[in-house]
């Protein structure tokens, strides 16, 4: 009876990891297309460390390699917001961005350090144009 309890319990595991590896996949695969709004606004400050060529330059250079990576070709250059703090720049997106690829440019924004070159995303809205 112990060996039977062993391969049921074998079993159970076996198709809980299964059921485990295909969520992860699930939530970590790259959907791709259209948002259902007409656009996303970026608002997100640079910080940067050593870079000679000013904020604006280090803004557009992170955004443009950020926009890179999701692929996304109908956008708006960064530019400068004078009623928020100093280093904020704000972007838009036409058609707006999906879920999965707002985490994407959301973390490539935050997480990719370029040339001494580090985003914070303030804010991330899609609505209407």
Do not use: K
């Not at 709004?37 to 997100?44: G, K, N, Q």
């Not at 330059?57 to 990576?69: E, N, Q, R």
């Not at 924004?109 to 580090?118: K, P, R, T, Y």
Request: hydrophobic share 40%; proline share 5%; with cysteine.
């Amino acid at each position: 009876m112990t060996a039977g309890r062993s391969v049921i319990v074998l079993v159970v595991a076996a198709v809980a990891v299964l059921f485990g590896v295909q969520l992860l996949q699930e939530a970590t695969e790259y959907h791709g297309g259209a948002g259902q709004h007409d656009r996303t606004t970026v608002v997100f400050t640079v910080s940067e460390r050593g870079n000679r060529h000013g904020d604006t330059f280090a803004a557009g250079a992170l955004w443009h390699t950020c926009i890179a990576t999701i692929g996304w070709d109908d956008q708006e250059d960064p530019a400068p917001q004078d009623n928020r703090p100093p280093r904020t720049y704000q972007a838009v997106l036409h058609p707006s961005l999906p879920a999965d690829t707002r985490r994407r440019l959301r973390g490539c924004l935050e997480d990719l350090v370029l040339s001494h070159i580090q985003g914070t995303v303030i804010s991330m809205d899609s609505g209407p144009a």
